[in-house]
Structure formats: C-alpha cells, structure tokens
Nanobody, 114 residues
C-alpha cells in the first residue's frame, strides 16, 4: 500500500487549505484513515482520524476548525483546514490502517504565515 498526499502550502492566518491523501496498491480493507502532524522540534501528534464506519475524532487544538472525511470508493482521506493559525504550521502525514498494518504518506508541508 502506498500513500500520496497533496494540498500543502503557504497560507495566511485565517485562511484555509484542503489536504488529500490517496492510497494505492493491493488494497483489500482499509479501516482507520487519518492525519498526524509534526512541527519543528516537536513530537508527531495526532490531528484527526476517521474510522471505517465514518466516526471521527479530533485533537483538541483543531476541533471546530478542521474536518476529516473519506471517500472509500477512491481510497482517499481528506482534511479540510479552516481558520488556520500559525500554530498549525507543521508537516502533515496521512496514514491508513490496512489489514492491521499502518502505512504512512510522505508528508506535506503546511505553513501558516503572513
């Protein structure tokens, strides 16, 4: 299983970005899909995940601003990020759980700056 993330970039505070992550390869059954992020000098932290039945979970700092969704037909997970803050600056990594194994994307940089 390979993951390819898209959508990072530079945005001003208060702006929006949408990240996408597409899984490809010999896919049989994906359960959870989600996003982590890692800021410079910080540990990687969970941002949000969505289970196979559509239940979602968010880290406290992003609740009410970020929305995670998935398209099972396209093996794709999305992260809509609104009201971005400087503290959201990080490399964002997508992941999927496939057949009880975790697979990671390559990371996409999100920079929030004026």
């Amino acid at each position: 299983v390979q993951l390819q993330a898209y959508g990072g970039g530079l945005v001003q505070p208060g702006g929006s970005l949408r990240l996408s992550c597409v899984a490809s390869g010999s896919i049989r059954s994906i359960s959870a899909m989600g996003w982590y992020r890692q800021a410079p000098g910080e540990q990687r932290e969970l941002v949000a995940f969505v289970s196979s039945n559509g239940n979602t979970n968010y880290a406290e700092p992003v609740k009410g601003r970020f929305t995670i969704s998935r398209d099972n037909a396209k093996n794709t997970v999305y992260l809509q990020m609104n009201s971005l803050e400087a503290e959201d600056t990080a490399v964002y990594y997508c992941y999927v759980v496939h057949m009880l194994r975790v697979y990671w994307g390559q990371g996409t940089q999100v920079t929030v700056s004026s």
